[in-house]
């Protein structure tokens, strides 16, 4: 009895050591060490170019009546807008470019074409590729100021051609381009 007695209260401080390695355990547990993990990501320097036209999308500068030296539209009229809005994620540079009015089937017959270009709220507009303004002077591209980060900014486009002598030109549908370059500043 005395034998049963003994291995009962070895047993039975066996369980108290066990639960009590159980509770302190879990408690222990509940405190282990915490990590953190870094996350990362990366975004491109990006800029986004859309163009809106009025006009069946198109730069429409009118019908010539094929007399010397006549303009379209005429001077001062800037109905012929065409709108280009860039929204940008970095600073970008901007670089505006436009080609003479050019026969379809007949390249070598061209229009003298001048256009300009002004920041939507500016007071004044910029000549390129030719400066109507100045008997359509030869100017080529244009870079503008340079266009902060996180901006959406839209550039008003405008354009004006000329006739020279009546045979200069071979009557029929004339074609033009303008090309607006933007790209990442240093």
Same mark, same amino acid.
């Given at each position: 009895m005395k034998r049963e007695r003994d291995i009962r209260r070895t047993f039975s401080a066996f369980v108290l050591v066990a639960a009590g390695c159980l509770?302190?355990?879990?408690? &222990?547990?509940? =405190? =282990? /060490? %915490?990590?953190?993990? %870094?996350?990362?990501?990366t975004v491109a320097k990006y800029a986004a170019v859309t163009v809106t036209q009025p006009f069946d999308n198109s730069m429409k500068l009118g019908t010539f009546n094929g007399t010397?030296? !006549?303009?379209?539209?005429?001077?001062? /009229?800037? !109905? @012929? !807008?065409?709108?280009? *809005?860039?929204?940008t994620n970095t600073k970008v540079n901007i670089v505006v470019d436009g080609t @003479?009015? *050019?026969h379809v089937s007949d390249p070598s017959s061209t229009i003298t074409t001048g256009y300009w270009v002004m920041e939507?709220?500016? !007071?004044?507009?910029?000549?390129?590729? #030719?400066?109507?303004?100045n008997n359509y002077a030869a100017i080529g591209q244009v870079s503008l100021t340079a266009q902060e980060a996180k901006?959406?900014?839209?550039? @008003?486009?405008?354009? #004006? &051609? #000329?006739?020279?002598?009546?045979?200069? =030109? =071979?009557?029929?549908q004339y074609e033009a381009t303008i090309t607006m370059t933007v790209s990442a500043a240093p």
């Open positions: 509770v302190f355990g879990s408690g &222990a547990l509940a =405190q =282990q /060490d %915490q990590k953190t993990v %870094q996350v990362n990501a010397k030296n !006549a303009e379209r539209p005429v001077p001062d /009229d800037k !109905a @012929d !807008a065409t709108w280009f *809005t860039v929204e @003479d009015l *050019t939507n709220g500016a !007071a004044e507009s910029i000549p390129f590729h #030719r400066d109507a303004d901006t959406i900014t839209t550039y @008003d486009m405008f354009g #004006r &051609a #000329r006739l020279g002598n009546v045979s200069s =030109q =071979q009557a029929g």
